[in-house]
């Protein structure tokens, strides 16, 4: 679309935007009776504790109580723990008003954007959940409105969702983010309504081309994946698996959101307590996005597009003037010569910087545990996959002679056949998974280790590095066409210092994508 066909298709658009936008007829309201299991803590004065139980030691028990507050009571004090034992509606008094700024920083750590998110609630019970967020990818604007109102029970009943993707008319647009972004070209709207009305789900989509209509099943469980998030959230529950109607890709999908995890991070170089909420597929397995929450259930850290758009708290009148300023560490670190990379898997992770080539390595200072990453290049090229598991499996007892291998098999990492070993210490303390990785007529050896006190909790980073390693060089260094060629995002930066360092790999795949920012499988 050029330049002179935007007025043309905004000219459609509006009277079209403005049928939309108008108030819509009132929605009878659904039955529905979503609730929560909470566990008690009796007390021996003959107190109760409801809420949800975040830690429970020898002698010590530790409870998130309704308001919030975490109460920590001694076992001499307790009479007697129930777990799951009380089953409440999830009303719309555990969503509490909210407010919040952030900024977005894309896969290099560069802010590329702003997140404004809020929570509404009304005095029927009902409430509102609204993300406004704009970021530039490239040489595109999106803009990006997600609303979705629920009942007074936490039921979905409508959603919106507003998206513009724009090119700036104007090189110096792109260092900083116009919120109206007024002077862009335009080169795609779309607005997308969904109305519960019974059984069936009435989807309007609108955009340049005109208005057309659908209806989709259903049914009491069924809910928005952002009111899901919202409630998993503030109640600390588990919402799914469960039917969820996506508005940005226009479809149901079956999701799971569960928001009862915890984990230890590092925020600004400090250890800190956290909760986890994990969008994940219907098994639980595959993680899309995570949140991390303070206990004050403050966000401290999101994903938006996984790993490679991440929201940082900010305020309202910093949000906007950070982008283009501040930066993070990258989401993804390269081998100096970029033949092989690593996607971090969380804050509480970070690159050691720098090594030589042929080695990548993270750290987590929170649990003392480590991810290395080594090319074995001093075997013939026609080695094959046993006996380099065999070589690695003595070399590994030289790095790390208090453990030993007693476990081995055959495994599939990135579609390659590879071979994984376990290690434990004689004193059951440390635990280790050394994968054996066919590349490029030689071999990855991938070590990921841990403290066993540590080893449940960090197994999903450990999953989710496996899954992303990077394996093509041609994915880390991809050849730039057109007006990508000499953009900021488009080129990998040298490397720094004496030796060279990993260096983050660019985010624009290629020029024509309408979808560049890369996330991984």
């Not at 009132?26 to 409801?50: C, F, I, R, T, Y």
């Not at 109460?71 to 034992?85: T, Y």
């Not at 659908?214 to 799914?240: C, D, H, K, M, Y």
């Not at 041609?474 to 990508?484: I, M, Y």
């Amino acid at each position: 679309m050029n330049g002179a066909e935007s007025p043309l298709i905004m000219n459609l658009l509006l009277p079209l935007l403005v049928c939309l936008i108008q108030d819509p007829q009132p929605v009878v309201p659904l039955p529905a009776d979503p609730s929560v299991k909470l566990d008690v803590v009796k007390l021996k004065n003959g107190d109760e504790l409801v809420g949800h139980i975040t830690s429970e030691l020898d002698g010590y028990v530790e409870i998130n109580v309704e308001d919030g507050a975490t109460v920590g009571i001694s076992r001499a004090q307790i009479l007697k723990v129930l777990h799951n034992s009380v089953t409440v509606p999830v009303m719309a008094a555990v969503v509490r008003p909210d407010n919040a700024w952030f900024v977005l920083h894309d896969a290099d750590g560069e802010s590329v954007g702003w997140l404004h998110s809020s929570i509404t609630t009304a005095k029927d019970g009902t409430f509102t959940v609204n993300e406004e967020y704009e970021f530039i990818n490239g040489t595109r604007r999106y803009q990006i409105t997600n609303q979705c109102t629920a009942d007074e029970n936490g039921r979905g009943v409508r959603c919106y969702y507003r998206e513009r993707v724009s090119h700036p008319r104007l090189v110096g647009q792109m260092q900083g983010v116009d919120r109206m972004g007024s002077a862009d070209r335009i080169e795609n709207e779309r607005i997308v309504e969904a109305t519960a009305a019974g059984e069936q789900l009435v989807v309007t989509h609108l955009d340049g081309r005109g208005r057309s209509e659908r209806q989709l099943p259903w049914s009491n469980e069924s809910t928005f994946p952002l009111l899901a998030r919202t409630l998993a959230r503030q109640a600390l529950t588990v919402i799914g698996p469960v039917s969820m109607f996506d508005p940005k890709n226009e479809q149901l999908v079956v999701s799971r959101i569960d928001g009862t995890g915890a984990r230890q991070i590092m925020v600004d170089g400090a250890r800190q307590r956290v909760g986890e909420v994990a969008v994940t597929d219907a098994a639980g397995t595959n993680s899309k996005n995570r949140e991390w929450v303070d206990a004050n259930n403050k966000t401290v850290r999101r994903e938006i597009a996984g790993p490679a758009l991440v929201a940082v708290p900010s305020s309202a009148e910093s949000a906007r003037s950070a982008v283009g300023v501040s930066r993070i560490q990258s989401a993804i670190v390269a081998e100096a010569e970029g033949r092989f990379g690593l996607w971090i898997p969380n804050p509480a992770w970070l690159a050691v910087d720098p090594l030589p080539a042929g080695h990548l390595m993270l750290k987590c200072a929170a649990y003392e545990a480590e991810v290395r990453l080594s090319l074995l290049d001093h075997m013939p090229p026609a080695t094959v996959l046993d006996t380099a598991a065999d070589s690695v499996a003595n070399w590994f007892l030289l790095l790390y002679p208090h453990l030993q291998v007693d476990s081995r098999y055959r495994v599939q990492i990135r579609g390659r056949q590879a071979v994984r070993m376990s290690a434990t210490d004689s004193r059951n303390v440390d635990r280790a998974m050394i994968d054996v990785i066919p590349f490029d007529n030689r071999y990855l050896v991938l070590i990921c280790r841990a403290p066993k006190r540590a080893w449940n909790e960090l197994a999903t980073d450990f999953a989710f590095v496996r899954r992303t390693i990077e394996l093509d060089s041609a994915g880390l260094n991809p050849k730039q066409q057109g007006p990508f060629s000499n953009r900021r995002g488009g080129r990998i930066r040298p490397p720094s210092g004496p030796v060279p360092a990993p260096t983050p790999a660019p985010r624009i795949s290629k020029s024509g994508n309408p979808n560049n920012v890369r996330i991984p499988k």
